[in-house]
T-cell receptor, first 108, second 121 residues
Framework: RKEVEQDPGPFNVPEGATVAFNCTYS??????FFWYRQDCRKEPKLLMS???SGNEDGRFTAQLNRASQYISLLIRDSKLSDSATYLC?????????FGTGTSLTVIP | SAVISQKPSRDICQRGTSLTIQCQVD?????MFWYRQQPGQSLTLIAT?????????ESGFVIDKFPISRPNLTFSTLTVSNMSPEDSSIYLC??????????????????FGEGSRLTVL
């Protein structure tokens, strides 16, 4: 079983829509979680860390459910510039485990 | 954030040859990580390069196939040896904000180079 699993999508949403991505992790010892954004042919970049109480950064909200081993990312009022692949990441010890990513395309 | 430069950015190679990828960081780091991202796949850690010691390889990766050098605290190389089409991938160099040399405080952030896109014919 993969350490981190994501729905690969693709998600095609109209501009202004709200979209949610889900991610599950298999190792209950995972201590930290992150969402990274990867644009086409570019390297991944940190979007936000996921705190146990949930956290919000502008239009982006991340939540963690340790009981269900589940992480989510909510994007409100989608912009064209949000089109990218979103990677869910779990940190276990000193190692980062990446999901395969969820592809998002925001359509005008 | 750390600035990481990788060379080459892309290359097309013949089966059976070897390619060395260079990674330069703008600050000293204890650990440098080498990842592979195959088409449609997640990032997979190949090995961790520590200055002054042998690299630590993950399951499925061996030193003979992916020799790594780490001559100082700002530089590392990854060689892909005896290449086959299955080695076609993006290879990414990375450092962590949790590195003992970084005084920024732990944010859990991995900084990546722009990647080296390798195509093996």
């Amino acid at each position: 079983r993969k350490e981190v699993e994501q729905d690969p999508g693709p998600f095609n949403v109209p501009e202004g829509a709200t979209v949610a991505f889900n991610c599950t992790y298999s190792n209950s010892a995972s201590q930290s979680f992150f969402w990274y954004r990867q644009d086409c042919r570019k390297e991944p970049k940190l979007l936000m860390s996921v705190y146990s109480s949930g956290n919000e950064d502008g239009r982006f909200t991340a939540q963690l459910n340790r009981a269900s081993q589940y992480i989510s990312l909510l994007i409100r009022d989608s912009k064209l510039s949000d089109s990218a692949t979103y990677l869910c990441v779990a940190l276990v010890g000193n190692q980062f485990y990446f999901g395969t990513g969820t592809s998002l395309t925001v359509i005008p | 954030s750390a600035v990481i430069s990788q060379k080459p950015s892309r290359d097309i190679c013949q089966r059976g040859t070897s390619l060395t990828i260079q990674c330069q960081v703008d600050s000293q780091v204890t650990m440098m990580f080498w990842y592979r991202q195959q088409p449609g796949q997640s990032l997979t850690l190949i090995a961790t390069a520590n200055q002054g010691s042998e690299a630590t390889y993950e399951s499925g990766f061996v030193i003979d196939k992916f020799p790594i050098s780490r001559p100082n605290l700002t530089f590392s190389t990854l060689t892909v040896s005896n290449m086959s089409p299955e080695d076609s991938s993006i290879y990414l160099c990375s450092v962590s904000s949790a590195d003992p040399h970084m005084s920024r405080g732990y944010t859990g952030e991995l900084f990546f180079g722009e990647g080296s896109r390798l195509t093996v014919l």
